[in-house]
């Protein structure tokens, strides 16, 4: 099947729908389509459970006249911004007046056609761009929710399927998530320098390229051969 959507950076999709046919298809197509997928279904009332780190783009809603309490859900404060594909395979007036209800949505009538689905997507992803988040969201040792400021953020580590924020205050939280995942949720001063880090550039104290060596906030760093090239914007400067 030939990609309708190349994205430079996945995008994150929530997907809420009961239908083991209409799910199998929805994941062929975002994952042949370069996106993060995460699927609730059928149980949205722990969704919040699963969301706790899951800031989605965009929402694949499934409609139906037994399972319109999904517009509960997508109603919650964090989602009022987020936009939507609603799907069902019987459109009503009632349905079409609560779709009306979010601002940001498209809706579309089941079965999935490809290039439909995939077309409303990427209409909705251009008609609201990706908002960058100037924080992350961690779980501390007393299951509160933090946020992380960006700019406190020093460098980040990965070991496994965890990464490791390290922060300018010498505190160091988990997250559940590889490098590649987290850096998207960080901005363009998080650089990678090996495989196992990303850094932020602002804190950068010392640059030795002939050690392939970086030395940010008193700690030593190597720099891996292959992630050279992302470093060369910023030699001049600290040269």
Known sequence: MVKLIRNRQPIKVLV????????????????????????????????DLLLESFQPNIIIAALERNNTGVFDFISMSQYLDTPIVFMSHCIDDKIFDKCLEHIKCLLLSKPIDQYTFLSAIKLLLLAYPTIQHKFVEVIDKNQQVLKIH???IVYVEAEGN??????????????????????????????????SHLINIDFIQRLELGKRLLVLNNKEIKIGRSFRSDLDTFICPLS
């Open 16 to 47: 809420i729908d009961d239908d083991p046919s209409s799910l199998e298809i929805i994941k062929v197509l975002l994952n042949q389509n370069d996106f993060e997928v995460l699927t609730i279904a059928p149980a949205i009332v722990k969704a």
């Open 150 to 152: 960006l700019a406190d």
């Open 162 to 195: 965890y990464t490791f924020i390290h922060t300018i205050h010498n505190k160091v939280y988990a997250r559940k998530k590889t490098l590649k995942h987290l850096k998207e949720e960080l901005d363009e001063k998080f650089i990678q320098i090996n495989k």
